[in-house]
T-cell receptor
Framework: DVKVTQSSRYLVKRTGEKVFLECVQD?????MFWYRQDPGLGLRLIYF???????EKGDIPEGYSVSREKKERFSLILESASTNQTSMYLC????????????FGPGTRLTVT | RKEVEQDPGPFNVPEGATVAFNCTYS??????FFWYRQDCRKEPKLLMS???SGNEDGRFTAQLNRASQYISLLIRDSKLSDSATYLC?????????FGSGTKLNVKP
């Protein structure tokens, strides 16, 4: 079974703090994604990566950056957390060419106060 | 305009009922289509892909209508365990677009 893990299930941070969300997958998948999920808005793509050290902006990259130094790990960074970044953050991985299925981690509920 | 639109529901149906959800998409060049299921406070999981000719997986049937730009999901003989939110997902040019989901409650 594919396993995608995220570093924290719940996180509370203060406005202006730098926040790191970590995601690790154990199936040697090429592609990794970061989404945020908000009521009524569904999942929105923040950033994605098709390979190590590669990254592409999604639909809402403002206020976020990412890092993929190793194939299995994809980090989301909030440079200076703001209250409008309070959300559920979901990481996903995908094998790559020939397979469209995304496997999601359990999510990190981030609250910025 | 949103890439993908779904009726949020909730759809409240009795056990054994047949229920159908639709999802419309805005980009006629969309390439691939999927239904994901998300249980309360859990991560989304792939339910099924949607093929042009329509496809079935047990009690679930998915269909694609490219002319009208919508996909549908039909659930027959609903079970209590089908209660969840169903997400429509479109794949376009290396990106995935998720609908906000349709909530289904199956009642005894």
């Amino acid at each position: 079974d594919v396993k995608v893990t995220q570093s924290s299930r719940y996180l509370v941070k203060r406005t202006g703090e730098k926040v790191f969300l970590e995601c690790v997958q154990d199936m040697d998948h090429e592609n990794m994604f970061w989404y945020r999920q908000d009521p009524g808005l569904g999942l929105r793509l923040i950033y994605f990566s098709y390979d190590v050290k590669m990254k592409e902006k999604g639909d809402i990259p403002e206020g976020y950056s990412v890092s993929r130094e190793k194939k299995e790990r994809f980090s989301l960074i909030l440079e200076s957390a703001s209250t409008n970044q309070t959300s559920m953050y979901l990481c996903a991985s995908r094998e790559g060419r020939g397979s469209y299925e995304q496997y999601f981690g359990p999510g990190t509920r981030l609250t910025v106060t | 305009r949103k890439e993908v639109e779904q009726d949020p529901g909730p759809f409240n149906v009795p056990e054994g009922a047949t229920v159908a959800f639709n999802c419309t998409y805005s980009n006629s060049a969309s390439q691939s289509f999927f239904w994901y299921r998300q249980d309360c406070r859990k991560e989304p999981k792939l339910l099924m892909s949607v093929y042009s000719s329509g496809n079935e997986d047990g009690r679930f049937t998915a269909q694609l209508n490219r002319a009208s730009q919508y996909i549908s999901l039909l659930i027959r003989d609903s079970k209590l365990s089908d209660s969840a939110t169903y997400l429509c997902v479109i794949h376009n040019f290396n990106k995935f677009y998720f609908g906000s989901g349709t909530k289904l409650n199956v009642k005894p």
